[in-house]
């Protein structure tokens, strides 16, 4: 079992920044890739972003050059800066994390970005 604690969220104006923080707890040793998902109202949840246990990315084409993801293995904790940010990224935010034969999500952080 692998317990998930997200931090970070909040209301920015268009332009801000925010960073997310996941910190993972338990069964820790198997960890695998981490990642960002989100969901805004009325739609279906999607990719932000994704990292390997050794540092390879992934990112969705509407955050890339904005969004950055990264982990610190000694602390079992993935990390979302997120910089320019637009309305359009208003959304809840879920932590995954991925086990060799399982996955969890976090409990979710709502981003909400004014115009």
């Known amino acids: 079992q692998v317990q998930l604690v997200e931090s970070g969220g909040g209301l920015v104006q268009a332009g801000g920044s925010l960073r997310l923080s996941c910190a993972a707890s338990?069964?820790?040793?198997?960890?695998?890739?981490m990642g960002w998902y989100r969901q805004a109202p009325g739609k279906q949840r999607e990719l932000v972003a994704t990292?390997?246990?050794?540092?390879?990315?992934n990112y969705a084409d509407s955050v890339k050059g904005r969004f950055t993801i990264s982990r610190d293995n000694a602390k079992n904790t993935v990390y979302l800066q997120m910089n320019s940010l637009k309305p359009d990224d208003t959304a809840v935010y879920y932590c995954?994390?991925?086990?060799?034969?399982?996955?969890?999500w976090g409990q979710g952080t709502q981003v909400t970005v004014s115009s």
């Open positions: 990292i390997t246990s050794g540092g390879i990315t």
């Open positions: 338990g069964s820790v040793f198997t960890i695998g890739a």
């Open positions: 995954w994390v991925a086990l060799t034969y399982t996955y969890y």
